[in-house]
């Protein structure tokens, strides 16, 4: 038979399963993962010799303008910053952290010490810029000991440096200043001799070394410094190419602002296109109504082949796609795949992309989702089918074996492959609680089968086992089915909510709303906060739709009685929120716990359910 593997856009994997006498199942898939390169500036370098011209990063100017990085340029700036790094001692036990975000010049310091055997740490910014505590970066500091401080405007980061940093650890940045120290200058370092030492430290290179480090958000206490190896990034743009197959066609282009301290764009984004020899455009807007505006006039100038947001950030797209003809033009002009992460999708916004896909390419475009974390590269399951619905997590990739244990009426998913985390920088207990006795990575969260007992269908995410709880009847609430559930059923008036009810004998919620839903369902200018949430048009719908969701429920743990709008933004300061947009359930609980209290009280901003109205 033939293989047509290299005209598919998209893999037709053979999935196999084993059920277990303990209950465990099995899930792999029948093809082996193919070979992968032993680091991945090998691949950039690669580029830089066979399309020395071809533009490897755009970023816009000082004046607007997209400035265009080659991948001949870049190599030899890796090279000249990778002697310098050397020079001065930096090394895994002395690493490179990087506190601003995302840009040419942060990618290429990034490259650099990766291509000589020292990892890197990319912090959210806010880490090192919230006025008030810097509980987090001294953590992050402690942690790593880092031998050099990497930030692309030195003046905004100067409280942090002279507080955290002690003044012997170099900081380099492209401009700015700071009081207490001298700076060195990235064109500095750009303009050092490559070296001997640098070459023999890149041929040293091998799967194991570590690459990076990623921090895990941190909500729940200290955050954790996730080992990158080559292993694991190389592996994971193996998988990855296997099932975006239009990936070996053409090269990609990608136009993205997801944040590089996160595994989902600091590691498969950025290096898919480095893998493929493609082009980033670095979107300096995000899914906020301040900066949204940033990311529909690049997507007015950049038709990406492969384009990634998540669910509120394709929600806001959606506002300006569906009135702006010239965006939609340019935006589906070749896109070939739609992904979304880091939050469920609800189904008024699937349904809303999906319609504008259909009328602006014939038979639509692919719009998935997959699962993954820090700690597995992230890609381990994809589901590249279209579907009617979102939610289908997808099947196993190449090469990797996942478990569901038994836990209770659950799965936990676990997972198994090259792509996965050796451990936690320095934390030998953590590292080892992370896995099972088999060495499965555990998840902690868990999964359903799309249609039972067929794991080539795929599979549904079916909540954190740790964000589970009781209601005072003893009936377990399924969190993460439920957020999802109600979601959906508010009908585009919330982004996300946040379930309530421990040891009630009913559920609450708490909701993020879309304020630009409210504001067109209102349709009156100039009101905005308290005003808006509170006019009697927006209450009275929402609590039609609270009566609606309630009527499907099939019981007390699927029913949510009471709900209130949050008019405070979720503080990503306090974990409630990590800067791409994921809730994290548990902080938002723990910090806004008088409003929770609230929602079984007399206060007038809650919302019930017609039958306790009465």
């Given at each position: 038979?033939?293989?047509?593997?290299?005209?598919?856009?998209?893999?037709?994997?053979?999935?196999?399963?084993?059920?277990?006498?303990?209950?465990?199942?099995?899930?792999?898939?029948?093809?082996?993962?193919?070979?992968?390169?032993?680091?991945?500036?090998?691949?950039?370098?690669?580029?830089?010799?066979?399309?020395?011209?071809?533009?490897?990063?755009v970023e816009r100017g000082a004046d607007g303008s997209w400035e265009h990085m080659s991948y001949g340029e870049a190599a030899g700036k890796i090279r000249a910053i990778g002697s310098a790094l050397l020079s001065m001692g930096l090394s895994p036990?002395?690493?490179?952290?990087?506190?601003?975000?995302?840009?040419?010049?942060?990618?290429?310091?990034?490259?650099?010490?990766?291509?000589?055997?020292?990892?890197?740490?990319?912090?959210?910014?806010?880490?090192?810029?919230?006025?008030?505590?810097?509980?987090?970066?001294?953590?992050?500091?402690?942690?790593?000991?880092?031998?050099?401080?990497?930030?692309?405007?030195?003046?905004?980061?100067?409280?942090?440096?002279?507080?955290?940093?002690?003044?012997?650890?170099?900081?380099?940045?492209?401009?700015?200043?700071?009081?207490?120290?001298?700076?060195?200058?990235?064109?500095?370092?750009?303009?050092?001799?490559?070296?001997?030492?640098?070459?023999?430290?890149?041929?040293?290179?091998?799967?194991?070394?570590?690459?990076?480090?990623?921090?895990?958000?941190?909500?729940?206490?200290?955050?954790?410094?996730?080992?990158?190896?080559?292993?694991?990034?190389?592996?994971?743009?193996?998988?990855?190419?296997?099932?975006?197959?239009?990936?070996?066609?053409?090269?990609?282009?990608?136009?993205?602002?997801?944040?590089?301290?996160?595994?989902?764009?600091?590691?498969?984004?950025?290096?898919?296109?480095?893998?493929?020899?493609?082009?980033?455009?670095?979107?300096?807007?995000?899914?906020?109504?301040?900066?949204?505006?940033?990311?529909?006039?690049?997507?007015?100038?950049?038709?990406?082949?492969?384009?990634?947001?998540?669910?509120?950030?394709?929600?806001?797209?959606?506002?300006?796609?569906?009135?702006?003809?010239?965006?939609?033009?340019?935006?589906?002009?070749?896109?070939?795949?739609?992904?979304?992460?880091?939050?469920?999708?609800?189904?008024?916004?699937?349904?809303?992309?999906?319609?504008?896909?259909?009328?602006?390419?014939?038979?639509?475009?692919?719009?998935?989702?997959?699962?993954?974390?820090?700690?597995?590269?992230?890609?381990?399951?994809?589901?590249?089918?279209?579907?009617?619905?979102?939610?289908?997590?997808?099947?196993?990739?190449?090469?990797?074996?996942?478990?569901?244990?038994?836990?209770?009426?659950?799965?936990?998913?676990?997972?198994?492959?090259?792509?996965?985390?050796?451990?936690?920088?320095?934390?030998?207990?953590?590292?080892?609680?992370?896995?099972?006795?088999?060495?499965?990575?555990?998840?902690?969260?868990?999964?359903?089968?799309?249609?039972?007992?067929?794991?080539?269908?795929?599979?549904?995410?079916?909540?954190?086992?740790?964000?589970?709880?009781?209601?005072?009847?003893?009936?377990?609430?399924?969190?993460?089915?439920?957020?999802?559930?109600?979601?959906?059923?508010?009908?585009?008036?919330?982004?996300?909510?946040?379930?309530?009810?421990?040891?009630?004998?009913?559920?609450?919620?708490?909701?993020?709303?879309?304020?630009?839903?409210?504001?067109?369902l209102v349709d009156e200018k100039g009101l905005e906060g308290e005003a808006l949430l509170n006019h009697p048009k927006v209450r009275r719908v929402a609590s039609d739709l609270l009566d609606a969701h309630a009527a499907r429920a099939t019981g007390?743990?699927?029913?949510?009685?009471?709900?209130?709008?949050?008019?405070?933004?979720?503080?990503?300061?306090?974990?409630?929120?990590?800067?791409?947009?994921?809730?994290?359930?548990?902080?938002?609980?723990?910090?806004?716990?008088?409003?929770?209290?609230?929602?079984?009280?007399?206060?007038?901003?809650?919302?019930?359910?017609?039958?306790?109205?009465?």
């Amino acid at each position: 038979m033939p293989d047509n593997s290299e005209a598919l856009d998209f893999w037709a994997p053979v999935i196999h399963s084993e059920t277990r006498e303990d209950g465990s199942i099995l899930v792999w898939q029948e093809d082996e993962l193919g070979p992968y390169p032993r680091c991945m500036t090998e691949k950039f370098l690669h580029w830089a010799e066979v399309a020395p011209d071809r533009s490897w990063m755009v970023e816009r100017g000082a004046d607007g303008s997209w400035e265009h990085m080659s991948y001949g340029e870049a190599a030899g700036k890796i090279r000249a910053i990778g002697s310098a790094l050397l020079s001065m001692g930096l090394s895994p036990e002395n690493p490179l952290l990087i506190l601003s975000g995302n840009s040419v010049r942060h990618a290429i310091m990034a490259l650099a010490a990766q291509h000589v055997g020292v990892p890197s740490a990319a912090l959210a910014p806010a880490y090192a810029l919230a006025k008030g505590d810097l509980g987090k970066l001294v953590d992050v500091a402690a942690q790593l000991t880092p031998g050099m401080v990497y930030a692309e405007d030195a003046t905004p980061f100067g409280r942090a440096i002279a507080e955290v940093f002690a003044a012997d650890i170099p900081v380099v940045c492209a401009q700015g200043r700071l009081s207490d120290r001298e700076v060195l200058s990235f064109d500095s370092l750009a303009a050092t001799a490559p070296s001997e030492a640098m070459q023999a430290a890149y041929e040293a290179l091998g799967p194991d070394t570590v690459a990076k480090f990623l921090f895990t958000s941190g909500t729940t206490g200290s955050p954790k410094a996730v080992i990158q190896t080559q292993r694991m990034l190389c592996s994971n743009q193996v998988m990855i190419n296997d099932s975006y197959r239009f990936l070996n066609h053409e090269p990609p282009v990608v136009c993205d602002w997801a944040p590089w301290n996160h595994t989902a764009a600091g590691n498969k984004v950025f290096n898919l296109v480095i893998y493929n020899g493609g082009t980033l455009y670095l979107d300096d807007g995000k899914p906020t109504p301040k900066d949204i505006g940033k990311t529909i006039r690049n997507l007015r100038e950049v038709s990406p082949t492969w384009y990634f947001n998540v669910p509120l950030g394709y929600q806001m797209l959606l506002d300006a796609m569906e009135t702006d003809a010239d965006l939609r033009k340019t935006f589906f002009k070749r896109v070939k795949m739609l992904m979304y992460a880091g939050a469920g999708m609800s189904q008024p916004v699937w349904d809303r992309i999906t319609r504008i896909a259909e009328q602006e390419v014939e038979g639509g475009v692919v719009l998935a989702t997959g699962f993954g974390s820090t700690e597995t590269g992230p890609f381990s399951l994809m589901c590249c089918e279209k579907q009617d619905t979102a939610g289908n997590l997808g099947v196993p990739s190449r090469g990797i074996i996942l478990k569901l244990a038994p836990q209770g009426d659950k799965y936990e998913a676990r997972v198994k492959g090259p792509n996965i985390t050796p451990g936690y920088w320095r934390n030998e207990k953590l590292s080892a609680e992370a896995f099972d006795e088999e060495g499965f990575y555990c998840f902690g969260d868990a999964f359903r089968f799309v249609e039972p007992g067929n794991a080539a269908a795929g599979f549904y995410f079916d909540g954190r086992l740790a964000e589970n709880f009781k209601l005072a009847s003893g009936t377990w609430v399924a969190v993460g089915a439920l957020r999802a559930k109600l979601t959906n059923d508010l009908k585009g008036l919330a982004s996300d909510v946040v379930i309530a009810g421990e040891g009630h004998t009913d559920l609450g919620a708490l909701v993020v709303p879309d304020w630009d839903a409210l504001r067109a369902l209102v349709d009156e200018k100039g009101l905005e906060g308290e005003a808006l949430l509170n006019h009697p048009k927006v209450r009275r719908v929402a609590s039609d739709l609270l009566d609606a969701h309630a009527a499907r429920a099939t019981g007390s743990a699927s029913r949510v009685t009471r709900m209130m709008f949050l008019e405070v933004p979720l503080s990503f300061e306090k974990g409630e929120v990590t800067d791409k947009g994921s809730i994290n359930q548990r902080a938002v609980l723990r910090h806004r716990a008088d409003l929770v209290g609230n929602l079984w009280s007399e206060d007038p901003r809650v919302i019930l359910l017609s039958r306790e109205r009465v």
